[in-house]
């Protein structure tokens, strides 16, 4: 998919705020493209935000989602969309300390079984999924995002 998205469409698929965006952005967590001033984010760049904001909603601080964001484009070699688009469900479970990467309900059980401390789990595969759900499944008439309170226009 090669749809690029301005910040206002990003702000309305994900839920993050126009200031945290523009603050991930300066600190290079997410690097969109640009056209003038304007801030261009590709598919993949909405998925890692959608993966970004669960990990907030989590509690997660912005450095360990940073090492956590590292540590997936190192595991996978690639974009975390395209990975995740292969068909395997991609849990990211951590204790804090830790982070495991899982595509095995088994071992997803296992690892919760078995550790001595809470984890934290995402399910990178529904972010994903979640994402691409709020893009495709809009009619038209809802593309149309207003500036400033991102909000969809009734038409």
């Known amino acids: 998919m090669d749809k690029r998205f301005t910040s206002a469409q990003v702000v309305q698929l994900t839920g993050i705020t126009p ?3 523009q603050w991930w952005d300066e600190c290079g967590i997410v690097q ?3 056209e003038g001033r304007r801030r261009l984010y590709a598919f993949d760049d909405v998925t890692e935000i959608a993966v970004i904001c669960a990990l907030r909603r ?3 601080p912005l450095q360990r989602v940073r090492r956590i ?3 997936l484009q190192k595991e996978f070699g690639r974009r975390l969309a395209e ?3 292969s068909g395997s469900e991609y849990h990211l479970l951590t204790d804090g300390k830790r982070i495991y990467l899982e595509n ?3 071992q997803v059980i296992d690892i919760l079984k078995n550790s001595r401390q809470p984890l934290l789990a995402v399910c990178l595969s529904d972010a994903v999924r979640e994402v691409k759900a ?4 809009r009619r038209p008439a809802q593309r149309h995002i207003t500036r400033g309170a991102g909000k969809r226009r009734s038409s």
């Open 83 to 85: 990975a995740v688009s």
């Open 104 to 106: 095995s309900q088994s």
């Open 32 to 34: 969109p493209q640009r």
């Open 69 to 71: 964001m590292k540590f």
């Open 19 to 21: 200031r945290q965006l």
């Open 134 to 137: 709020e893009i495709f499944n």
């Open 58 to 60: 989590k509690g997660f």
